[in-house]
C-alpha cells in the first residue's frame, strides 16, 4: 500500500479537544542489566538518580532519572529473571497542564472505547496518571503533577507516595503538597 503523504501532513486534531498534551513527560526504557545502565546513565551522561525500587515492588528493579528539576524524565526497568530478553521501550509519557485535563483525557479515552491499563497515583514522582495502550500494544501514560526535585536535590520520601488505582482516590487522598482542588 502506497503512503499518502500529503494526506498525512493536512492531519489535525479535531475541533474542541479536551486536553491539550503540553510536553513528552518521560521514556521509560527496558534494560537487561539495571546496574550497568544506571551506571552509563549516571557517569556517562550525567543524570542524576532520584528513586529506586528494589525486586520486591519491581521484578529486576526500576531506576528514576532526572536531567533537571522533574522527579524523573527517564526511567530503567530491569528485565528481570526469567523474563525475555530483548530490550524494548517500556512506555512513554505526555503531561497535560492541569489535573482536569487528565480527567477529560481519561472520559475521552472511555468514549473511544480504548481499555484503560491504570488510573490513578503511582509511586515514586507521585504524578496522577491514566495508562493505556495504542493501536500497536504502546504503553502512554497522559500525566499531570509530577514532583520536581529543587537544588537542594530533596527527592519526597517513600513514606509519603500514596499510590492508588483510581483518579477520584488520587484527587481525595493527596501527597503532601500537591493541589488536587478541582476548578469546577
Known sequence: MALEVEKLRKMTPPAGMPFKIRRLGHVVLQVSDLERSVTFYTQILGFKVSDVYPEELQPGGFAFLRCNTD?????LVGAGPGRSK???LHHIAFEVGTLEEVI???DRLRAHNVPLSFEGRRRAGCQ???EFH???NHSVEIYWGLDQVGTNGYVRPA???KGVR??????????PGQDT???K
Open 71 to 75: 522527579h524523573h524524565c527517564l526511567a
Open 86 to 88: 530483548h530490550i524494548e
Open 104 to 106: 477529560r483525557a481519561r
Open 128 to 130: 496522577i496518571s491514566v
Open 134 to 136: 495504542d493501536p500497536d
Open 159 to 161: 513514606s509519603e507516595w
Open 166 to 175: 483510581t483518579l477520584e482516590e488520587a484527587i481525595a487522598n493527596p501527597v
Open 181 to 183: 482542588h478541582i476548578n
